[in-house]
C-alpha cells in the first residue's frame, strides 16, 4: 500500500469532521459494506458530517481506494449536490435509487453503476485504503449526469470550502465475518 495523500494535490481548505456508525478511521471496513464480489453487501455506511465552512452551499461525497491497481485508482461512489442543510447520509443511501436527499445526485461508478459499491480488493494487491470524503463546496454543480466521479473530483477541487475525510482499509480475504 502506497502512503500518498491523493487530496494533497488540491488547494489546502479547512478540515472539518466526518464520522460514521459503520466504518471508523484507520478501521478495517465491515463486512456489509464490502462489494458483493467480495463478500459483502454493497451498503453503504452511514455518514455523518460537522463543522463545515461558512458559505456552504452543498455539498459531495466520494469513496475512492487510490490504492487499486491501476493507474487511476478506482471510484466506488460520488454524490453530488448534497443540499448544504444536511448533515448525515443514512445507511444503505448508496443503494440503486436508495433514499438521498432531495436535489443529490449519483453519479456512475468504476462498475458504471449509479450506486455505492463496496471494496472487493483483488487477491496480491495488498491492503488497500478507502477515502470516504466529504466535500463542502461553494455553488451547487451542474454536471453531464454520464459525467465520471473523477470529473465531479475535479470540480470539487475547484469549488471546495472544506473537505473531511475519513479513511478504512481493506485486503483480500480479511473480510470481517
Partial sequence: MSEHDPYAIFNSVPSFEV???DVSHGELVPAPHWGDSGGGDDVSPQLSWSGAPEGTKSFAVT????????ASGFWHWAVYNIPAGVTELAQNA?????????????L?????????????????TGRHRYFFVVWAL??????DPEATPAILGFNAG?????????????EYGDIPA
Wanted: avoid cysteine.
Fill in 138 to 143: 461553494d455553488t451547487t454543480l451542474d454536471l
Fill in 19 to 21: 464520522t460514521s456508525t
Fill in 158 to 170: 475547484f469549488h471546495a470550502l472544506g473537505r473531511g475525510t475519513l479513511v478504512a482499509t481493506a
Fill in 108 to 124: 456512475k461508478n468504476e462498475m458504471r453503476l449509479a450506486q455505492y459499491s463496496g471494496p472487493t480488493p483483488p487477491d496480491g
Fill in 63 to 70: 469513496v475512492y481506494d487510490p490504492d487499486a491497481p491501476t
Fill in 94 to 106: 448508496g443503494a440503486a435509487g436508495g433514499d438521498l436527499p432531495a436535489g443529490a445526485r449519483t
